[in-house]
């Protein structure tokens, strides 16, 4: 009930809006942590994470080239995404988002996520309608998500279109991000200058060498964004937070 208040807000309420976005985001979230991704990967012959994260969360995409699905995830660098080479040959999209679906099952059942039928079809008459209604232009994730037929487990079925609205406010926040000059290596730069992107983790994760991290820097504090040190100003500060709210 708190939550469909929260929806009903939503259209006039800039924080309902970020309140409904925290608890979305939260609940697909968990995907790219549980052991379970991993296992069914495994599964398919993929043990390396790099090429299974690609591979599992590009899959509505279609058997689509390594460039395709680095456009669509847009913080990524090249070196990174071009890991997911040769999936498509290990096995089908389809197989790896039947794969995703399983991860996503086993890993509710082992906590004990438990909701009564009564409580899927509250939250589905919340959810079906922006899912059924969403304008997908220039939303690549979502639209490919939106395509994907809906497993027969109502559970996995109410995560999979939460999935949906996760990649649509994504696809939105790339139009942001792309609209305010702000490159792929710079927003990973920003986000961990201002403390909400551990650096060791997007520096892992995400690739970008030393010389690219550089020169993001430099773009950084040419705006106003960073200091010299790499430390975020209050100007980079309030423009992280702008884009946020633009996202939002």
């Not at 609209?179 to 997007?202: K, R, S, W």
Request: with cysteine; proline share 5%.
């Amino acid at each position: 009930m708190h939550l469909a208040n929260t929806f009903a807000r939503a259209d006039t309420d800039l924080n309902a809006v970020r309140e409904v976005s925290l608890t979305v985001n939260a609940t697909h979230l968990f995907v790219y942590f549980i052991p379970e991704a991993p296992e069914e990967a495994a599964k398919l012959g993929v043990t390396e994470y790099a090429p299974a994260y690609f591979a599992l969360r590009s899959a509505p995409m279609g058997a689509v080239p390594w460039q395709v699905t680095l456009a669509a995830f847009y913080n990524f660098s090249p070196r990174s995404v071009r890991a997911m080479a040769g999936v498509w040959d290990t096995a089908s999209p389809q197989e790896w988002q039947a794969a995703r679906f399983a991860a996503v099952d086993r890993a509710m059942r082992r906590v004990g996520v438990s909701l009564t039928a009564d409580q899927i079809a509250e939250a589905r008459s919340l959810i079906d309608p922006v899912v059924a209604s969403a304008d997908h232009a220039g939303k690549t994730m979502a639209a490919a998500n939106a395509s994907v037929p809906l497993p027969d487990d109502p559970l996995v079925a109410l995560w999979q279109h939460i999935t949906v609205l996760r990649e649509w406010r994504g696809d939105a926040h790339i139009t942001v991000l792309a609209a305010g000059g702000l490159g792929p290596c710079d927003c990973n730069v920003l986000q961990t200058a201002t403390g909400h992107f551990p650096e060791a983790i997007a520096r892992a994760t995400r690739l970008w060498d030393d010389e690219e991290v550089a020169a993001a820097t430099t773009r950084l504090v040419a705006r106003g964004w960073l200091d010299a040190d790499g430390t975020a100003t209050d100007a980079g500060i309030a423009a992280r937070e702008q884009i946020e709210v633009e996202t939002d």
